[in-house]
T-cell receptor
C-alpha cells in the first residue's frame, strides 16, 4: 500500500446511476488530486484541493462533482455519466500543491454501460 | 500551457541491457521533473525526480539527466531486470497545480 487508499477498486454503473469514489490518505499531505487515466492518453488532471479548498477545476464536466470534507479524504461524485467516461480514476496526494512528488492510490476502474 | 512529449511509446530490451526514455517539455520556466513507474493494477509510483538546478541525479540503477537548454530530460535504467517491466511516465511542472505528464512508455524486459 502506498498510503493512499481508493475504493472501490472496480465499479460498473449505468448512465443514469449515481455513485461516489472515495480516496483516503494518512500521510499528513495537504494537497489531493483527481486524475483520469484513459488508454494511450496522458494522465488528465481533473481537480486539485489544497487544505480542503479547491484550487483547480480543469474544465471537467459537471457530471463529475468533487468533495473534500477534510485534508485526509477526497470524494468524486458521479451522475449521468457517458460511456466515454469509462477509465481508471486515480487519486493522489502531495505535501503541498505542485512541486513535490505525488503519492498515487491504485485507482478505481470505472466502466459506464 | 506546458506540453510534455515522451518517447518511445514502447521499448523492449533484453535483461541486463540499459533502457533510456526521453521527454521534452515546452515551457522553459518548468523546474521540477519527476518520473513515475506504473505496474499492472497499480497507480503510478514516484521513482526519481530532479530539479532544474541539477543536471543529473542517480539512485542505484536509475538515473535522470536534464538538459535545460534543449528542454529535455531522460530516464536511464541500467542492468535491467524483468521486474523493471512497467509503464513509465515523465512529468514537468513550474509552479503549484501545473504538473503535466507524458503519455507513457511501456518497457518490457525480456529474460
Amino acid at each position: 500500500e502506498t498510503g493512499v487508499t481508493q475504493t472501490p477498486r472496480h465499479l460498473v454503473m449505468g448512465m443514469t446511476n449515481k455513485k461516489s469514489l472515495k480516496c483516503e490518505q494518512h500521510l499528513g499531505h495537504n494537497a489531493m488530486y483527481w486524475y483520469k487515466q484513459s488508454a494511450k492518453k496522458p494522465l488528465e488532471l481533473m481537480f486539485v484541493y489544497s487544505l480542503e479548498e479547491r484550487v483547480e477545476n480543469n474544465s471537467v464536466p459537471s457530471r463529475f462533482s468533487p468533495e473534500c470534507p477534510n485534508s485526509s479524504h477526497l470524494f468524486l461524485h458521479l451522475h449521468t455519466l457517458q460511456p466515454e467516461d469509462s477509465a481508471l480514476y486515480l487519486c493522489a496526494s502531495s505535501q503541498e500543491v505542485g512541486q513535490h512528488g505525488y503519492t498515487f492510490g491504485s485507482g478505481t476502474r470505472l466502466t459506464v454501460v | 500551457g506546458e506540453n510534455v512529449e515522451q518517447h518511445p511509446s514502447t521499448l523492449s530490451v533484453q535483461e541486463g541491457d540499459s533502457a533510456v526514455i526521453k521527454c521534452t517539455y515546452s515551457d522553459s520556466a518548468s523546474n521540477y521533473f519527476p518520473w513515475y513507474k506504473q505496474e499492472l493494477g497499480k497507480g503510478p509510483q514516484l521513482i526519481i525526480d530532479i530539479r532544474s538546478n541539477v543536471g543529473e541525479k542517480k539512485d542505484q540503477r536509475i538515473a535522470v539527466t536534464l538538459n535545460k537548454t534543449a528542454k529535455h530530460f531522460s530516464l536511464h535504467i541500467t542492468e535491467t531486470q524483468p521486474e523493471d517491466s512497467a509503464v513509465y511516465f515523465c512529468a514537468a511542472s513550474k509552479r503549484a497545480n501545473d504538473m503535466r505528464f507524458g503519455a507513457g512508455t511501456r518497457l518490457t524486459v525480456k529474460p
